[in-house]
């Protein structure tokens, strides 16, 4: 595409919807945002994005679910992802990422349509604190080899039968750690450059926005009404990933 009159607003159309999913169902910024960025950003300028606003969308919704986080709920999904960026980023240097895309795509298809048909599955509320390390860690693989900052946290909550708001305030902050420690990576890799600073700084309006009224619409849905939409965009997040 030629002509910023056409780049420009498809960029912040993007972040807005990508901040709107995101504060609605506490993920899939990147997937949502990235879908159009793709059009008019080099893949670099995309991730680079992702990382930054992914950071801000992610604590911005953190922040506002503060009273319900329970750090002896999340200390092991933390411990495990901190392990499990740095060997999912190692991966990148010989995974074929095609094959990790369609891989995850369809575990990604086969759970929602699964969890979606089926009467809803609990896991026991008390697992040992191991479980949780290893979901964490394999959350954080994901994250290195994809940007999929939390799916695997996402899913493993569901599963357990979390209430919504205990859901998200344990995905969340685990997503941000992911995202910080991607960020640092990038940073390090020297990524980041004017030109992806000015567009950071452009979508800011759009990203707030776009969140704020995902939040808004977020305390207004029931439990049900919750489960089916992040059964929803982890179908569309497989189909995604798939095509």
Do not use: H
């Amino acid at each position: 595409m030629d002509g910023i009159a056409i780049e420009l607003p498809l960029f912040l159309l993007a972040t807005f919807a990508g901040a709107f999913v995101a504060g609605l169902s506490g993920f899939a910024f990147g997937l949502v945002a990235a879908s159009l960025w793709l059009y008019v950003l080099t893949p670099i300028q995309s991730a680079s994005l992702i990382v930054g606003f992914g950071l801000l969308v992610q604590g911005y919704s953190v922040w506002k679910l503060r009273a319900a986080l329970d750090w002896r709920r999340l200390w092991p999904f933390i411990v495990g992802a901190v392990i499990g960026v740095p060997a999912g980023v190692s991966l990148l240097t010989w995974a074929d990422p095609k094959s990790v895309r369609i891989a995850v795509g369809a575990i990604l298809i086969a759970y929602s349509l699964y969890a979606f048909f089926r009467p809803q599955l609990k896991l026991a509320t008390d697992v040992p604190p191991v479980a949780d390390i290893t979901v964490g860690f394999v959350n954080g693989l994901l994250g290195g080899l994809t940007g999929l900052a939390g799916i695997v946290v996402t899913i493993w909550c569901n599963l357990r039968g979390l209430p919504k708001d205990a859901q998200r305030a344990t995905f969340q902050p685990v997503a941000v750690v992911v995202f910080a420690m991607a960020a640092l990576w990038l940073g390090a890799k020297g990524s980041l450059t004017s030109d992806t600073a000015k567009l950071f700084a452009l979508g800011l309006p759009f990203l707030f926005a776009g969140t704020w009224l995902g939040l808004k619409l977020f305390g207004r849905i029931d439990e049900a009404a919750f489960r089916k939409i992040v059964l929803a965009l982890l179908f569309v997040s497989g189909v995604a990933l798939l095509f």
